[in-house]
């Protein structure tokens, strides 16, 4: 035997040995990506990330939840029917469903789970409002609920004190009928309360695990969701099996999903009990090579497709997935996100900020000398939708076909020069360089290069400051950033969420960055806040994006549209991002594997 | 010896706290709570995060506190980013980076000084030339590309052709675990080998010409000519006289690199998604997990100070006429 020979034979056998490592999937196991380095708690209280929300979920669960098969509905989880509306909406009455227990734990006597009750909804959501917690998601019931804000001031003005934080302390709002049923009495009739039970900050957790767990409950999950932890390495893996107490759930009826879903296949799995894997495996990616490659190898259940890597899945102009993954049966989902990428305005600004009919048209001209579609196509491969105004495509409110009469959207130079110039600044003499902030993440120097261009057309010129992302939110707190940009994710389909952003009292360091505010503008806001969907409010809604669009304090929008990949072999997958507890509806086909 | 030691140390002590104090410092120049509550943060809640992560208490304190900590050996501070103390989060960390670095280098420093031997000993011969167009050709593509190739053709195109999978695209397992030492083996070669093999290859470019350079100006003394003329053979010459009399160089470069060693490989762990010393600290500034940070910056210090003191230590082992004092 040649020296050759024995070569190539030691190699082999290293293969073979090597190969033999990788383990093979079990049965019912689906292998899940996670974009970055996943979640940083599995605390509800504590969380606030997507990935603290992917995660989180799979563990804990809400009173009510997005609907699957209509992500612009909700529907009971942990109640037993929708919740009871009286008195116009300042009071609802909820009726939990019976027998759902806890994950089987330490912290209960014997181990087992015991029944979530109604003093378990007032205990998570009291947790919101201790400052030990962070009080990062108080936003989510401040100033909702009779009773809630005092408490936590006087609960919290107590640990500063040097006392405890009594959570047996009584709140007005929560009122105890039995063990299973409660009425909780709001400041006023807020519609997006529904709406803010369905995210997963007001998830139910027991007491005896917070108490017993201390800090490390983030990391030892006890709820009631379809999965029990298994193991987390964090920045690693994320492993969960099937909750073997998982309360009575099944997979939504055939009627309920539309024509083209149940030809997709989606309803043939109708009734059946959840969930349908025994165990989710999560992986954190964050370049994005390897999650496209190990997508590619079949081993991720589905993908959400990186911008990068766009024109390798599909013909970038038709949008059509290309021939090989077509062949391999992959399947996929244009998810259109509820996404705002704006430029943004400080209103107390003394050169771009102001209301009178100068400083309007200086703004409307720099948004007019803007070509939205050209970032779009350069930056997104064409997959955004650009619309005019703050609220994004499917929520009522969005201007249809995303265009609003006599909306200041460019490219216009001729109408931006005529602008610039009735403001004061003809070609751009006179007026100062604008300095404007932007996070340095992603490509967002390579953005603001053809921002820079785009308004040296008119002769507006900017100093443009990439900083950190911090940097640019304490600079936009502190109204000191001129000009900025960042995007917002809606938090609820509804255009109220977006609309906030506008409310005068939301100012910096709140939502309102722009620290907008308008007197007719507020008192629409608070007109709507309190009314359920229907024609009545879509005007009103329509009435505030037309507002903001006139007084000009931001330049947009932007909405992303994300590709998800599905292998042949992951059944029921509908992906999307307005929730993230449909991991529970999965099926894995294995003779497709 | 040991009073040299513990003079090295202690001349070492107030660099460190140097260190430290800069580092504490420059960390705090912007305010990480605003980053952390993200778009929505109202003042009361700024307030509440900062008291939660110890920032509303005076800087000395928070200087005196890490120090008082880090003396003990203590890292049981909770970690800003994620739910772990700062010792579970740096801990397990160091076997992953050990897995690619000790292995990395290893092969680089034995395969360099061997490939180095080789072009010195035929010095302007075409064999040399080869080598070192070789060497300058890998220290000219980037360290990403090799990545990337590595990943799309290494793991990737390989596992395609051969139908089953010998080098993992990305992920880690804990090898240690396993009883049998086959399958420890196999485990960390699915997932280690190839990213080690990038990283000899890179870095076998810098480390060929610097020891070819150390070799071939030992080749030019005098002694390397008495040894021949005394009759020495040149496999003889190479690795009894001149190799020897090159370890002072050969060490320092080796030493030099041991922290990095401990600190692991940014750029692979980032890509091949390792759990290392290297990810830790590059995550836990781009999270602004300052206690993370000073956990690691300050170990790395340390074990810079302590590899600095151990390499004058080996130059006395290894070549008598070097006297500490």
């Given at each position: 035997?040649?020296?050759?020979?024995?070569?190539?034979?030691?190699?082999?056998s290293?293969?073979?040995?090597?190969?033999?490592?990788?383990?093979?999937?079990?049965?019912?196991?689906?292998?899940?990506?996670?974009?970055?380095?996943?979640?940083?708690?599995?605390?509800?209280?504590?969380?606030?990330?997507?990935?603290?929300?992917?995660?989180?979920?799979?563990?804990?669960?809400?009173?009510?939840?997005?609907?699957?098969?209509?992500?612009?509905?909700?529907?009971?989880?942990?109640?037993?029917?929708?919740?009871?509306?009286?008195?116009?909406?300042?009071?609802?009455?909820?009726?939990?469903?019976?027998?759902?227990?806890?994950?089987?734990?330490?912290?209960?006597?014997?181990?087992?789970?015991?029944?979530?009750?109604?003093?378990?909804?007032?205990?998570?959501?009291?947790?919101?409002?201790?400052?030990?917690?962070?009080?990062?998601?108080?936003?989510?019931?401040e100033?909702?609920?009779?009773?809630?804000?005092?408490?936590?001031?006087?609960?919290?003005?107590?640990?500063?004190?040097?006392?405890?934080?009594?959570?047996?302390?009584?709140?007005?709002?929560?009122?105890?009928?039995?063990?299973?049923?409660?009425?909780?009495?709001?400041?006023?009739?807020?519609?997006?309360?529904?709406?803010?039970?369905?995210?997963?900050?007001?998830?139910?957790?027991?007491?005896?695990?917070?108490e017993?767990?201390?800090?490390?409950?983030a990391?030892?999950?006890?709820?009631?969701?379809?999965?029990?932890l298994?193991?987390?390495?964090?920045?690693?893996?994320?492993?969960?099996?099937?909750?073997?107490?998982?309360?009575a759930?099944?997979?939504?009826?055939?009627?309920?999903?539309?024509?083209?879903?149940?030809?997709?296949?989606?309803?043939?799995?109708?009734?059946?009990?959840?969930?349908?894997?025994?165990?989710?495996?999560?992986?954190?990616?964050?370049?994005?090579?390897?999650?496209?490659?190990?997508?590619?190898?079949?081993?991720?259940?589905?993908?959400?497709?990186?911008?990068?890597?766009?024109?390798?899945?599909?013909?970038?102009?038709?949008?059509?997935?290309?021939?090989?993954?077509?062949?391999?049966?992959?399947?996929?989902?244009?998810v259109?996100?509820?996404?705002?990428?704006?430029?943004?305005?400080?209103?107390?600004?003394?050169?771009?900020?102001?209301?009178?009919?100068?400083?309007?048209?200086?703004?409307?001209?720099?948004?007019?000398?803007?070509?939205?579609?050209?970032?779009?196509?350069?930056?997104?491969?064409?997959?955004?939708?650009?619309?005019?105004?703050?609220?994004?495509?499917?929520?009522?409110?969005?201007?249809?076909?995303?265009?609003?009469?006599?909306?200041?959207?460019?490219?216009?130079?001729?109408?931006?020069?005529?602008?610039?110039?009735?403001?004061?600044?003809?070609?751009?003499?006179?007026?100062?360089?604008?300095?404007?902030?932007?996070?340095?993440?992603?490509?967002?120097?390579?953005?603001?290069?053809?921002?820079?261009?785009?308004?040296?057309?008119?002769?507006?010129?900017?100093?443009?400051?990439?900083?950190?992302?911090?940097?640019?939110?304490?600079?936009?707190?502190?109204?000191?950033?001129?000009?900025?940009?960042?995007?917002?994710?809606?938090?609820?389909?509804?255009?109220?969420?977006?609309?906030?952003?506008?409310?005068?009292?939301?100012?910096?360091?709140?939502?309102?960055?722009?620290?907008?505010?308008?007197?007719?503008?507020?008192?629409?806001?608070?007109?709507?806040?309190?009314?359920?969907?229907?024609p009545?409010?879509?005007?009103?809604?329509?009435?505030?994006?037309?507002?903001?669009?006139?007084?000009?304090?931001?330049?947009?929008?932007?909405?992303?549209?994300?590709?998800?990949?599905?292998?042949?072999?992951?059944?029921?997958?509908?992906?999307?991002?307005?929730?993230?507890?449909?991991?529970?509806?999965?099926?894995?086909?294995?003779?497709?594997? | 010896?040991?009073?040299?030691?513990?003079?090295?140390?202690l001349?070492?002590?107030?660099?460190?706290?140097?260190?430290?104090?800069?580092?504490?410092?420059?960390?705090?120049?912007?305010?990480?709570?605003?980053?952390?509550?993200?778009?929505?943060?109202?003042?009361?809640?700024?307030?509440?995060?900062?008291?939660?992560?110890?920032?509303?208490?005076?800087?000395?304190?928070?200087?005196?506190?890490?120090l008082?900590?880090?003396?003990?050996?203590?890292?049981?501070?909770?970690?800003?980013?994620?739910?772990?103390?700062?010792?579970?989060?740096?801990?397990?960390?160091?076997?992953?980076?050990?897995?690619?670095?000790?292995?990395?280098?290893?092969?680089?420093?034995?395969?360099?000084?061997v490939?180095?031997?080789?072009?010195?000993?035929?010095?302007?011969?075409?064999?040399?030339?080869a080598?070192?167009?070789?060497?300058?050709?890998?220290?000219?593509?980037?360290?990403?590309?090799?990545?990337?190739?590595?990943?799309?053709?290494?793991?990737?195109?390989?596992?395609?052709?051969?139908?089953?999978?010998?080098?993992?695209?990305?992920?880690?397992?804990?090898?240690?675990?396993?009883?049998?030492?086959?399958?420890?083996v196999?485990?960390?070669?699915?997932?280690?080998?190839?990213?080690?093999?990038?990283?000899?290859?890179?870095?076998?470019?810098?480390?060929?010409?610097?020891?070819?350079?150390?070799?071939v100006?030992?080749?030019?003394?005098?002694?390397?000519?008495?040894?021949?003329?005394?009759?020495c053979?040149?496999?003889?010459?190479?690795?009894?006289?001149?190799?020897?009399?090159?370890?002072?160089?050969i060490?320092?470069?080796?030493?030099?690199t041991?922290?990095?060693?401990?600190?692991?490989?940014?750029?692979?762990?980032?890509?091949?998604?390792?759990p290392?010393?290297?990810?830790?600290?590059?995550?836990?500034?781009?999270?602004?997990?300052?206690?993370?940070?000073?956990?690691?910056?300050?170990?790395?210090?340390?074990?810079?100070?302590?590899?600095?003191?151990?390499?004058?230590?080996?130059?006395?082992?290894?070549?008598?006429?070097?006297?500490?004092?």
């Open positions: 035997m040649s020296m050759r020979t024995v070569i190539v034979a030691c190699l082999v290293c293969v073979v040995a090597i190969a033999g490592a990788a383990a093979q999937p079990a049965s019912k196991t689906i292998a899940l990506p996670m974009r970055t380095d996943g979640p940083k708690s599995l605390d509800p209280a504590a969380g606030s990330t997507t990935y603290d929300n992917m995660a989180t979920v799979q563990f804990y669960e809400t009173l009510l939840q997005v609907c699957y098969y209509d992500e612009s509905r909700f529907e009971p989880l942990l109640l037993a029917a929708m919740p009871e509306r009286l008195d116009d909406g300042k009071r609802y009455r909820f009726r939990l469903k019976e027998g759902v227990r806890f994950h089987d734990d330490a912290c209960f006597p014997g181990g087992r789970g015991r029944t979530v009750t109604a003093d378990d909804v007032f205990y998570s959501w009291k947790r919101l409002t201790d400052k030990r917690n962070g009080l990062k998601n108080w936003w989510l019931l100033d909702t609920i009779v009773g809630l804000d005092a408490f936590k001031d006087a609960q919290n003005a107590a640990l500063d004190a040097g006392g405890s934080f009594d959570y047996d302390a009584p709140v007005e709002g929560f009122v105890k009928l039995s063990d299973l049923e409660f009425e909780v009495v709001l400041t006023k009739p807020v519609f997006r309360f529904l709406w803010v039970l369905t995210m997963f900050q007001m998830s139910v957790v027991p007491r005896e695990a917070v017993r767990y201390g800090q490390d409950f990391s030892r999950p006890v709820g009631t969701g379809p999965f029990v298994r193991e987390w390495v964090p920045k690693q893996k994320l492993i969960a099996e099937r909750n073997p107490n998982y309360h759930c099944t997979y939504p009826e055939a009627s309920l999903w539309s024509e083209a879903d149940r030809a997709a296949g989606l309803a043939d799995a109708e009734g059946r009990r959840l969930p349908i894997a025994d165990r989710i495996e999560f992986t954190m990616y964050v370049p994005d090579q390897p999650v496209w490659l190990e997508f590619q190898q079949g081993t991720l259940g589905y993908i959400e497709l990186p911008f990068d890597y766009f024109s390798q899945a599909f013909n970038p102009r038709t949008k059509r997935m290309n021939a090989d993954l077509r062949r391999r049966g992959v399947g996929y989902r244009a259109p996100q509820l996404d705002m990428i704006f430029r943004a305005f400080n209103m107390d600004d003394p050169v771009v900020g102001g209301y009178t009919e100068d400083r309007k048209k200086l703004r409307k001209a720099i948004s007019l000398a803007m070509d939205l579609q050209e970032f779009n196509d350069a930056f997104y491969s064409g997959l955004c939708v650009v619309y005019d105004g703050p609220i994004p495509p499917g929520l009522d409110g969005h201007p249809e076909g995303g265009r609003v009469q006599g909306a200041p959207r460019g490219p216009d130079p001729e109408l931006a020069r005529r602008y610039l110039a009735e403001a004061g600044y003809p070609d751009g003499r006179g007026l100062p360089t604008i300095r404007f902030y932007t996070s340095q993440g992603g490509n967002n120097a390579d953005q603001v290069e053809l921002l820079r261009r785009q308004l040296g057309r008119i002769g507006v010129r900017i100093d443009v400051q990439l900083v950190d992302f911090s940097t640019l939110i304490e600079l936009v707190n502190k109204r000191s950033a001129p000009m900025f940009s960042f995007a917002w994710l809606t938090d609820y389909p509804d255009g109220e969420n977006n609309l906030a952003l506008f409310y005068g009292p939301n100012e910096s360091p709140g939502s309102n960055h722009w620290n907008y505010k308008n007197p007719e503008f507020d008192a629409l806001y608070e007109q709507g806040v309190v009314m359920g969907p229907g009545e409010r879509t005007a009103l809604y329509e009435r505030m994006r037309d507002i903001v669009i006139d007084d000009c304090p931001m330049i947009g929008s932007l909405a992303r549209t994300r590709y998800y990949l599905t292998q042949p072999w992951l059944k029921n997958a509908r992906p999307t991002e307005r929730f993230w507890s449909w991991f529970k509806y999965l099926d894995v086909d294995d003779s497709k594997r | 010896m040991w009073s040299y030691v513990v003079r090295r140390v001349y070492n002590v107030p660099i460190f706290l140097v260190i430290v104090l800069i580092l504490m410092a420059l960390l705090r120049i912007n305010d990480p709570v605003a980053a952390r509550l993200g778009k929505v943060a109202s003042a009361e809640a700024i307030a509440a995060e900062r008291e939660r992560m110890g920032l509303n208490r005076p800087f000395l304190r928070q200087y005196a506190e890490f008082w900590d880090f003396a003990r050996m203590d890292f049981s501070e909770r970690s800003w980013d994620q739910a772990q103390t700062v010792g579970q989060v740096v801990f397990p960390s160091v076997v992953p980076s050990l897995s690619i670095t000790v292995p990395a280098l290893a092969l680089s420093a034995c395969v360099s000084i490939i180095g031997l080789i072009a010195a000993a035929n010095r302007g011969k075409f064999i040399d030339r080598l070192m167009l070789g060497a300058v050709l890998g220290m000219c593509v980037s360290y990403l590309v090799y990545i990337i190739l590595g990943q799309k053709f290494g793991a990737f195109w390989l596992s395609e052709r051969l139908g089953t999978r010998v080098f993992a695209v990305q992920g880690y397992e804990d090898w240690t675990t396993w009883s049998q030492p086959l399958n420890a196999r485990t960390w070669a699915h997932y280690c080998l190839l990213p080690v093999l990038i990283s000899v290859v890179v870095t076998m470019g810098y480390d060929t010409r610097f020891y070819r350079a150390v070799i100006e030992q080749a030019t003394s005098d002694y390397v000519r008495t040894a021949r003329a005394k009759g053979g040149e496999r003889r010459v190479m690795f009894k006289h001149l190799l020897r009399n090159a370890m002072i160089p060490i320092t470069r080796i030493m030099i041991l922290p990095f060693v401990v600190v692991g490989s940014l750029l692979l762990e980032i890509f091949f998604g390792i290392g010393m290297g990810r830790t600290l590059y995550n836990s500034i781009i999270n602004r997990d300052f206690p993370v940070t000073q956990a690691v910056v300050a170990l790395l210090a340390a074990i810079f100070i302590a590899s600095n003191i151990l390499t004058d230590v080996l130059y006395a082992v290894v070549d008598p006429r070097v006297r500490l004092s």
